[in-house]
């Protein structure tokens, strides 16, 4: 599942990921590079403009609230392209209000529209169900059936991929440090089979890329593993645990991990759309649940938040201490350096202050339902906001729930003072500007596997201002630039803004930049930079498609002549009849084939991970097919370079050299991506 900060979903995480592949598709089909990245779908290039809020000191009370969100939503969902959404706040141990919005049911596909009740229609949180398995996890841990930084192998029944000798621990699982890749395939399905955990995780796993504890990287997979952990341990199936020691405990009588739902909440579940003008989806099966499979209520989730907030009785799910252990930052300096200085994740919160304010929250995003949920535990409130639609851009539900987050607190809890001035002198500041300047790629990915590309197409750009400031393109979790300012050693705050990043540098080199809890920017490697992979890519990709065109041409063309000139002989078909072992007709043949197939390759690679980014399933053996084909593109590179021998040995003229040279240039192009970004891999997992 995808938060709702990327990405899928934290905000690099699925926005800027589908543009890249919007990127990649365009030079792949329309050999056009250096496509800029952009979440507007292609029937609205122009997003709407960011929805605002008013700021300011204003009483926490129900009325005000009903009338600040009624006058924000409505008119946003929409201007946006939202079918609908719910809003419910939490406040000194009470519900302050539940709001509704809009349609569940929108009616595009016949029968009334329905709409949104708040207290009864139910919403797919995505991400935000980690928060469960989080929880349920530190109730092992407050048993003392799991201990925190135990290697999980004591806790499992099968193996996991290790690529370092370090420990993972339930510690790493619960902030995302335990160093796998990101994977795709099975995350979200539809159909009406329950999904078998143990077979999810213990059947081809992802690589672990980062030494644990070292490297926030969002994944998934982590995650379900410590669900697995918590049904493994406890020996009842996951959804029941979280079912018999949270949902019920909390209140929690409309809300469920299984999937399908059960009938007696089926006929309440919100349908979710792409837009408010599409017909809706399909129910989402999410093929790891505790990753993101839950169906709430407003009401429930409102219920779910007093009980972390620890409010008496709201239903207890765990003890204090073990709150304010879940609560804290879980990681420091020891295994993060330098890290520890940008915001950090808690046993499964992300940290999201703002205003001085200390805010844990998590976000959430299916294909259709984009939700998210914050808690301000030293002034007992909580927020939870939940989309039933994507809207009219990869951006709407982005901007909707900043402009109802953020505008939340700067109207009920604004800044008390003026952010602390840097410390850091104009010349120190300059130096490490030019230390930090460069190309980096997100921690969050797909490294030993097709979607290894991904990366050429989605790097985040450093570059270092004369009076030492760091202009970041896009900006941390955004699509836009950002301009930053370092006020500590190695620390950096955003120009008008309140978001920190932290660098952890070693020889006056970056070795990483902390940014969001479980999202790190890496220096990307030299020879995948985009100033190198684009050009390469793009023309190698013109080359081939202008001379896989000319070769059925060019055989029209001749025999076009050759029936309207009776007895003519082209210069070529003489040199054909007289010297054949040196006209390499085979040669010509197989590189003209290989070049069909090299282009055939892209279109086909662009395609389907497209579609896989779409979160749909692609076959492996369609994956072979490809790997076939664009192993045939590889091979050509022989006959190729024959081609170039023989036309320079007969003289073939500089035209027909220079053409043969740029089609085997054009060919070691592409032949060197496909190595380089994986796409002849053994493996076609993904």
């Known amino acids: 599942m995808f938060p709702s900060y990327e990405l899928p979903t934290e905000r690099p995480g699925r926005v800027r990921t589908l543009a890249a592949l919007a990127a990649l598709g365009t030079l792949a089909m329309t050999l056009v590079a250096g496509v800029p990245a952009s979440a507007a779908t292609a029937s609205d ?28 939503l409505p008119a946003a969902l929409e201007n946006a392209g939202i079918a609908g959404g719910v809003v419910t706040v939490v406040d000194d141990g009470k519900v302050l209000t539940t709001r509704g919005y809009g349609y569940a049911d929108t009616g595009t596909t016949g029968g009334e529209a329905v709409p949104v009740d708040p207290e009864s229609t139910l919403f797919r949180p995505g991400s935000v169900s980690k928060l469960f398995t989080a929880t349920a996890a530190m109730q092992l841990v407050e048993s003392g059936d799991v201990d925190l930084d135990t290697d999980i192998a004591e806790y499992l029944d099968f193996d996991v991929p290790r690529s370092f ?3 993972i621990t339930m510690r790493h699982l619960l902030t995302h440090t335990a160093g796998f890749e990101e994977r795709l395939s099975g995350l979200i399905g539809s159909g009406d089979v329950s999904p078998v955990l143990r077979d999810e995780l213990a059947e081809d796993p992802p690589e672990q890329v980062y030494e644990p504890g070292t490297v926030p990287a969002y994944s998934n997979y982590g995650n379900s593993l410590a669900g697995y952990i918590v049904e493994h341990v406890s020996g009842v199936p996951f959804e029941e645990y979280v079912e018999q020691n949270i949902l019920t405990p909390a209140g929690m009588t409309s809300s469920t991990f299984e999937q399908p739902l059960p009938d007696a909440l089926r006929d309440r579940m919100s349908e979710g759309y792409a837009t408010s003008a599409d017909a809706p989806g399909p129910f989402e099966i999410v093929g790891t649940p505790p990753a993101g499979a839950l169906t709430a209520s407003a009401p429930d989730m409102a219920r779910f938040m007093l009980a972390q907030l620890g409010e008496p009785g709201t239903g207890s799910i765990l003890e204090p201490a073990t709150l304010d252990l879940m609560h804290a930052p879980a990681l420091d300096e020891s295994s993060l350096g330098s890290l520890a200085a940008s915001p950090r994740m808690t046993l ?7 205003n001085g304010r200390w805010i844990i929250g998590h976000g959430g995003d299916t294909n259709y339902f984009h939700s998210h949920l914050q808690l301000y535990p030293e002034e007992r409130t909580g927020i939870f906001v939940s989309f039933n639609s994507t809207g009219n851009s990869g951006l709407a539900t982005l901007e909707l729930r900043d402009a109802v987050l953020h505008g939340f607190t700067d109207r009920y809890f604004p800044a008390e003072s003026a952010p602390v001035a840097g410390t850091v002198d104009a010349a120190t500041a300059k130096e490490h500007a030019a230390i930090a300047e460069g190309s980096y790629v997100a921690s969050r990915g797909m490294q030993s596997t097709f979607l290894a590309s991904l990366e050429a197409f989605s790097t985040t750009q450093l570059t270092a201002q004369a009076d030492g400031r760091l202009l970041i393109t896009p900006g941390p979790l955004s699509d836009s630039p950002a301009l930053y300012e370092e006020i500590e050693p190695w620390v950096w705050r955003e120009v008008d803004g309140q978001r920190v990043i932290a660098m952890r540098v070693a020889d006056d080199k970056v070795e990483a930049i902390g940014i969001e809890g479980a999202f790190t920017l890496l220096p990307a490697q030299p020879e995948r930079a985009q100033a190198v992979v684009l050009p390469v890519l793009g023309v190698s990709a013109l080359i081939l498609l202008v001379a896989a065109v000319a070769w059925p041409v060019g055989a029209i063309t001749r025999r076009v002549r050759r029936r309207s000139v009776p007895g003519s002989v082209s210069g070529s078909e003489r040199a054909v009849r007289l010297h054949p072992e040196r006209t390499g007709r085979v040669v010509r043949l197989l590189t003209n084939i290989a070049t069909v197939c090299a282009v055939l390759a892209l ?10 980014m779409g979160l749909e399933d692609v076959s492996a053996f369609s994956l072979r097919q490809l790997q076939v084909v664009q192993g045939l593109g590889v091979l050509g590179i022989v006959p190729a370079a024959l081609q170039v021998v023989g036309a320079i040995r007969n003289r073939h003229g500089w035209r027909r050299i220079l053409g043969t040279v740029l089609v085997l240039l054009a060919l070691v192009g592409i032949a060197w991506f496909a190595v380089e970004f994986r796409l002849l891999a053994p493996s076609v997992s993904y």
């Open 45 to 72: 290039p122009t997003p709407p403009p960011p929805v605002s809020a008013p700021a300011g000191e204003h009483p926490l009370e129900q009325s005000d609230v009903d009338a600040w969100l009624d006058g924000l």
């Open 165 to 167: 000798d370090g420990p």
């Open 348 to 354: 499964g919160f992300f940290d999201e202050s703002r």
């Open 603 to 612: 279109g086909g690679w662009t395609a389907t991970v497209l579609t896989v």
